[in-house]
């Protein structure tokens, strides 16, 4: 009896530790769920920096004109015509370019100067056979052509200086002076030297073109038919007095803009248009030769008033002639 109670004991505890077991395997935690991950943010890479633009090519005939004037040249690139003939008379050994025309020249001519004429063509030319490395002397008959060439020269690398009043007003009045003269023809050697291209090319151009306008021939125009134009112009000419503050104060022709010659003028020229026609003036009509062909070489529209507003070395000039200016 006690056998079987024993036995009942151990099967029923048997039981309850069965039972036990189950319900703990019921009542487990459910085993965690695996959330698939985000996807992860596109991120969207910088656009590429844009390449800087490229620096326009610098123009040389541009950088060569404006440089002209900065600075300016002590003597304006110009000799007074007796210190030149000194020159001449002592012998010294001088590069002289005489650009009248070949009969004038064959009449007489300063000693050892060349012919190299003012015209479509003989001037660019002779570019070849002029030096860089000592002065150029350049005269014509009162200066005005011999301003626009000497600009032009040195624009080109060739370091000239005009005679003052040239052959007619300047060398011919000096005392003496036919000491200095002579018959003979000279001329170059041809030194090979080098011009860049395209200050050439625009030189070549600039001369082409020196009839191109009936009423500016030669970049230049008389007083009386620059009055007459700026009388019938209703404004559409701009007249540009180049004589110092002092000078413009005293008496200018009517309407004139004040752009006096010296270092620096260049940057004043923005304030002038490239579409209308410029009639540049000074005294004599020297300094304005250059002035208007660095002008021409920036693409403006100039001719000189020739002489100038006149001085007593000319009878020539608006004032010399009477034409009116005000204060």
Not at 268 to 290: I, R
């Amino acid at each position: 009896m006690k056998k079987i109670r024993l036995i009942s004991i151990v099967l029923l505890t048997m039981i309850l530790a069965v039972s036990f077991i189950g319900c703990a395997k019921e009542e487990a935690a459910p085993a965690a769920t695996t959330t698939a991950a985000a996807p992860a943010a596109k991120v969207e890479a910088a656009p590429a920096a844009a390449e800087p633009a490229p620096e326009p090519e610098a123009d040389p005939v541009e950088e060569a004109a404006m440089a002209y004037f900065n600075p300016k040249a002590d003597d304006n690139n110009m000799i007074a015509q007796d210190a030149f003939l000194e020159k001449v008379k002592a012998g010294e050994d001088l590069v002289i370019v005489d650009i009248r025309q070949p009969d004038v020249y064959a009449e007489g001519h300063v000693k050892g100067a060349v012919n190299v004429p003012w015209n479509a063509t003989d001037i660019p030319a002779a570019m070849s056979q002029l030096p860089t490395d000592v002065p150029v002397y350049v005269y014509c008959y009162t200066g005005q052509t011999a301003g626009q060439t000497v600009a032009l020269l040195n624009v080109a690398g060739i370091q000239a200086k005009s005679v003052r009043y040239g052959y007619t007003l300047g060398i011919s009045k000096v005392e003496g002076y036919e000491e200095a003269i002579e018959t003979t023809p000279n001329f170059l050697d041809d030194l090979g030297t080098k011009i860049d291209p395209a200050i050439e090319a625009a030189i070549v151009d600039y001369y082409a073109n020196l009839a191109a306008d009936p009423n500016t021939k030669n970049n230049i125009i008389s007083s009386a038919a620059a009055k007459e134009m700026l009388d019938a112009s209703e404004g559409e000419i701009v007249v540009v007095s180049i004589r110092q503050a002092d000078a413009y104060a005293s008496g200018h022709i009517e309407g004139a803009i004040n752009i006096p010659w010296g270092t620096g003028m260049q940057e004043s020229f923005a304030q002038l248009p490239k579409d209308q026609q410029l009639f540049v003036y000074c005294y004599s009509g020297q300094t304005a030769g250059q002035t208007v062909a660095i002008m021409k070489l920036l693409g403006y529209d100039a001719a000189s008033i020739k002489s100038g507003m006149g001085t007593p070395a000319s009878v020539n000039g608006w004032a010399n002639e009477g034409f009116p200016v005000v204060q």
